[in-house]
């Protein structure tokens, strides 16, 4: 697990958690005074604003909506920021507590007796049995090979360009274990059926991402088709940026490799 990379994650969200407090902080400046007070009388649902000067509170008819609506805001800003303000706590003590801590297996096995070493196996990643059971659970389907062109990949695979060509390869490079273009599982209900250029195993992890790879990003039509298959991914509970990653490119902005490289070591090794 990488400390470094959680805490950055905390400190994002501690981030928008902050900017939320100094939105509601300026939002306070516009509040009315007092509390809003609901009561019912006989199946009637009454309106009032209570303050320190009023002790029953002052009734609000059909003509002061406009105050029972920003009393009724005001009452919500201030549960957000109070709610804002204890994850903000919580996500503060976390932070410190990680800078604590050092996950480091090299340090750890290093600190162990000779004598014991031996013994050690320091491979935490999937077996080669389990990745291979992690490959053969995937059900695919035969579909529409038009526009391919007869590039290779290291693997052997045939694909589409040479964009494909240079993730493939660099997930070998790295020993991530992939399949190109196999359809989700049976599972996968719905009008369409959806084929990602990339399905990839994260082995020290356990976890499966899809890799899409936009080649025309300057083609507003295929734009809009990634765009679709991005939404259908998420109703399915594949997220850009969490189990789907995307990578695009245009006539004048080709594929980085060494941007490539990163997101590979951002996500799957």
Same mark, same amino acid.
Not at 132 to 141: C, I, S, V
């Given at each position: 697990m990488n400390t470094s990379h959680i805490i950055n994650q905390l400190?994002?969200?501690e981030n928008e958690l902050k900017e939320i407090k100094a939105k509601l902080k300026k939002l306070e400046n516009c509040e009315p005074e007092g509390h809003l007070l609901i009561r019912t009388n006989k199946n009637t649902v009454q309106y009032y604003t209570k303050d320190t000067g009023n002790k029953y509170?002052?009734?609000?008819?059909?003509?002061?909506?406009?105050l029972v609506k920003a009393l009724a805001q005001k009452r919500y800003n201030h549960l957000l920021e109070d709610a804002a303000q204890k994850e903000l706590e919580a996500i503060h003590r976390c932070i410190q507590e990680l800078k604590g801590c050092s996950f480091n297996p090299t340090g750890i096995y290093d600190d162990l007796p000779d004598q014991i070493k031996q013994f050690v196996d320091t491979d935490m990643a999937m077996s080669p049995e389990e990745v291979?059971?992690?490959?053969?659970?995937?059900?695919?389907?035969n579909h529409p090979r *038009?526009?391919?062109?007869? %590039?290779? #990949?290291?693997?052997?695979?045939?694909?589409?360009?040479?964009?494909?060509?240079?993730?493939?390869?660099?997930?070998?490079?790295?020993?991530?274990?992939?399949?190109y273009e196999k359809s989700f599982d049976e599972g996968w209900q719905g009008k369409y059926r959806d084929f990602p250029d990339f399905t990839c195993l994260n082995r020290r992890t356990g976890k499966t991402y899809y890799w899409e790879h936009c080649g025309k990003f300057d083609d507003p039509k295929y734009t809009e088709s990634l765009m679709l298959r991005i939404q259908r991914f998420a109703?399915?509970?594949?997220?850009?940026g969490? *189990?789907?990653i995307v990578t %695009?490119? #245009?006539?004048?902005?080709?594929?980085?490799?060494?941007?490539?490289?990163?997101?590979i070591k951002r996500?799957?090794?």
């Open positions: 400190i994002e969200a509170g002052q009734y609000l008819g059909k003509d002061k909506q406009d291979e059971k992690w490959q053969n659970q995937y059900f695919e389907l *038009e526009g391919r062109d007869e %590039m290779t #990949t290291l693997n052997g695979e045939k694909v589409r360009s040479k964009s494909e060509i240079i993730i493939a390869d660099r997930l070998r490079h790295y020993n991530v274990p992939y399949i109703n399915h509970g594949i997220y850009l969490s *189990e789907l %695009m490119e #245009t006539s004048q902005f080709p594929l980085n490799t060494n941007y490539v490289d990163k997101l996500y799957l090794v």
